[in-house]
């Protein structure tokens, strides 16, 4: 038998690779402290369920517009122009199956083979993924812990070339927490005026930032807004990671028709009734910020910990759920994220994820989307673990 090459080119999730073999030790009786997740531990808000389950029972379901009920797309369109000073119509916002699937949409709507795509690194694991079934190429910025793991203006303009199409950008950043302010989103806007580059500006984490300053990158200048497509959802914000609720916005109404048409040619519409519970979930401040409050102190907690463990050294995330650990001073793995993650699973049933996952080896991703119990837990797990192998 025969396989397109494309799909056969795609690697597995590393970061579900993980969590699977932490479910495999808990299933043969260990006790696995699980830090390796990327979904907030929270349930969806009861009111948002109570709105799905009246939508059912009200026959609402059936077939809706490819992008999405109006009145969502309205709701989605108010919230965008309130939090994030963006002005666009409903008609140009679509809804797909997560941010995700509103990623994969943007970039089989703008790349062509041969296309470079940049992507800072370390970066979210299914960005290269993508682009690469897109037979683009992924073209790395390389960060450091000193920079905050932040691209600078210097490290784009170098990385730009004539194949140049896209730049990913994510903030606040999957895996290192990391969040750009205002004065480095215009800089980086600036070194990309006068050019063709798209830019994919994914605010997945955007209510999760535990400082102030989140910052959507279009509505920093008209040329921003043209050449941005802003993607969110609700998997973070409102704990609805199974509902499959993600957007685009973007100003390009020839983008637009391009990804309605391969959506209508693929998925369709998303799930009926999650669109009409989502309507709620824009409306619900009080119980999203009772969700960043809690994270916020569990962030505290963890860093705190973690930042005393004399082998570790990392930077105070700013946003998002994850710490970005330095473990290249735990002698025996030599900085090598795998053998370190295997070893600290296997002897102390902590699951973290591989920084090498995340193209950044050196690292672990540790999420604190858990109970500050397991997180006490489990950073006492990893003293232990660093004693034990010095
Ligand atoms: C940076 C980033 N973007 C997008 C997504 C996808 O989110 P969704 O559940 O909306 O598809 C995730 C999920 O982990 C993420 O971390």
Request: glycine fraction near 6%; hydrophobic fraction near 40%; charged fraction near 20%.
């Amino acid at each position: 038998m025969q396989y397109s090459k494309r799909a056969l080119a795609l690697s597995p999730s590393n970061t579900l690779a993980i969590s699977a073999l932490a479910q495999k030790l808990s299933a043969q009786g260990r006790e696995i402290i699980n830090l390796s997740t990327g979904e907030p531990d929270f349930d969806t808000p009861q009111i948002i369920k109570e709105d799905a389950i009246k939508a059912i029972q009200e026959g609402k379901s059936k077939y809706t517009a490819v992008s999405g009920i109006l009145p969502l797309r309205e709701a989605i369109a108010q919230k965008l122009l309130r939090e994030n000073a963006l002005n666009y119509s409903p008609n140009e916002i679509i809804i797909s199956n997560g941010a995700k699937h509103s990623l994969f949409n943007a970039m089989c709507a703008i790349l062509n083979p041969q296309d470079e795509v940049l992507i800072p690194s370390p970066y979210w694991v299914s960005y290269p993924e993508i682009v690469k079934f897109c037979q683009a190429t992924p073209i790395f910025i390389p960060t450091t812990q000193e920079q905050d793991f932040k691209i600078t203006p210097q490290s784009l303009r170098d990385s730009i070339t004539p194949r140049t199409k896209l730049l990913i950008l994510n903030s606040p950043s999957n895996p290192t927490g990391s969040l750009y302010t205002q004065a480095e989103l215009e800089a980086l806007g600036e070194v990309l005026k006068g050019s063709d580059i798209w830019v994919i500006s994914d605010e997945i984490y955007e209510k999760l930032v535990y400082e102030d300053g989140f910052v959507s990158l279009a509505s920093l200048s008209s040329d921003l807004l043209e050449r941005t497509i802003t993607i969110n959802g609700l998997s973070k914000s409102s704990a609805m990671t199974g509902w499959r609720m993600g957007y685009l916005a973007s100003k390009d109404s020839t983008l637009l028709s391009c990804i309605d048409n391969l959506q209508s040619n693929s998925t369709s519409n998303i799930n009926s009734f999650t669109q009409f519970a989502s309507i709620r979930a824009f409306k619900l401040d009080a119980e999203i910020k009772a969700m960043r409050d809690e994270f916020r102190a569990r962030r505290d907690i963890a860093h705190k910990l973690c930042s005393s463990i004399p082998s570790l050294s990392l930077n105070c995330p700013k946003g998002a759920f994850y710490l970005f650990v330095n473990i290249q001073q735990a002698a025996r793995f030599g900085g090598d994220s795998m053998k370190f993650s295997q070893a600290l699973l296997e002897e102390q049933g902590v699951a973290l994820v591989p920084g090498v996952a995340f193209g950044m080896d050196g690292y672990v991703r540790m999420s604190f989307a858990t109970s500050i119990e397991m997180l006490i837990k489990g950073l006492e797990k990893i003293d232990l673990f660093l004693q034990s192998n010095a």
